[in-house]
C-alpha cells in the first residue's frame, strides 16, 4: 500500500512549491529569520549556554515529575509500562532542545527538527521507544553540527551524557522461567522470588502461569547486576529440581 502511494507522494511534492508560490504565505513565516550558524563563536555565548543548560535541566525535572507519578507507577506491570519514565524524560529533552532552537534561530529551524523527529519515530524501526529517543537525539545533535551551532550539540550531548548515567542507574531486567515442574510450581515459584529478592532485587511484577510451569518477573538490579551474576545466584539458590530454562529481555 505504501509503495502505491509513493508515486502520489512525488507528484504532491513537485506540485506543492507552485501552490504555495500562487498563494500569499503568512507575514510570521516569510518574517522569520533563516538559521545562521555561529560556528566556534558560539561558545563565547555565556548566557545563552546557561540559559540553555537551566531549560534542558527544567525540562528533565518537570518530564520526571510527570512520568514518576506514583499512581503511573502503582499500576505498571509491563516492561514498556515501568521503563516508559525514561522514554518521557528523553522526549522532555529532545523538545526543550527544539524549543530553544527555535526561540533562538526561529520557527524554520523548528519544521526542520520536528519534521525529522517524526520521519525517524515512523520510518525507524527500533527495539523499543527507548532507542527511538535515542536516535532522535543523535540526530538532532548532528543536525546542530550542520548548522554551524557546535555549542548547542556539545552542550546537549554532555546533557545526556549525564542524564543518562542518572536514568541508567538501575537496570530493568525481564525474566521468563520456562519448563517449571507443574507438581511444585509454587515451591518454584517461591524459590526464584526469595533468590532474587534475596539479593537487592526489587521485583516490580510478577506473573504465573501453573499449567504451563511458566513465571515471568519483571524486577530492578544496581549497577553490579548483571545478567551472569543473576543467572550464578539462581543456580547457587535454587534447588535443580525447581529450576527451569531462563529467557532474558533488557530495557
Known amino acids: 500500500m505504501i509503495r502505491r502511494l509513493l508515486p502520489l507522494v512525488g507528484l504532491v511534492l513537485l506540485w506543492l512549491p507552485a501552490v504555495l508560490g500562487a498563494q500569499q504565505i503568512p507575514g510570521e513565516f516569510t518574517s522569520t529569520p533563516g538559521p545562521v550558524g555561529e560556528g566556534w ?6 548566557e545563552f549556554m546557561l540559559n540553555a543548560l537551566a531549560m534542558l535541566a527544567l525540562a528533565a525535572v518537570l518530564g520526571a515529575v510527570i512520568s514518576f507519578h506514583p499512581r503511573r507507577l502503582r499500576i505498571a506491570d509491563t516492561l514498556e509500562e515501568i521503563e516508559a519514565p525514561k522514554v518521557s524524560i528523553m522526549y522532555a529533552v529532545i523538545g526543550s532542545l527544539i524549543g530553544i532552537m527555535v526561540v533562538k534561530w526561529g520557527m524554520v529551524v523548528g519544521f526542520v527538527l520536528f519534521g525529522i ?10 527495539r523499543s ?3 527511538t529517543g535515542q536516535v532522535i537525539l543523535a540526530t538532532l545533535i548532528g543536525l546542530s553540527c550542520g548548522l554551524e551551532l557546535p555549542h548547542v550539540a556539545v552542550l546537549t550531548t554532555a546533557f545526556d551524557f549525564v542524564l543518562t548515567f542518572l536514568l ?8 521468563d522461567v520456562r519448563g517449571l515442574p507443574t ?6 515459584a517461591t524459590a526464584y522470588r526469595h533468590a532474587l529478592g534475596g539479593h537487592g532485587f526489587r521485583i516490580q511484577s510478577e506473573k504465573k502461569y501453573p499449567t504451563k510451569g511458566r513465571i515471568c518477573f519483571i524486577f530492578r538490579t544496581g549497577g ?3 545478567r551472569r551474576r543473576i543467572e550464578n545466584i539462581v543456580e547457587q539458590e535454587v534447588p535443580l529440581r525447581l529450576r527451569g530454562t531462563l529467557d532474558w529481555e533488557l530495557d
Open 117 to 126: 523527529g517524526g520521519l525517524i519515530r515512523f520510518r525507524t524501526v527500533m
Open 224 to 226: 553490579s547486576g548483571t
Open 129 to 131: 521507544a527507548h532507542l
Open 41 to 46: 563563536e558560539g561558545f563565547t555565548d555565556s
Open 168 to 175: 541508567e542507574i538501575r537496570v530493568t531486567y525481564q525474566l
Open 183 to 188: 507438581a511444585e510450581f509454587a515451591t518454584a
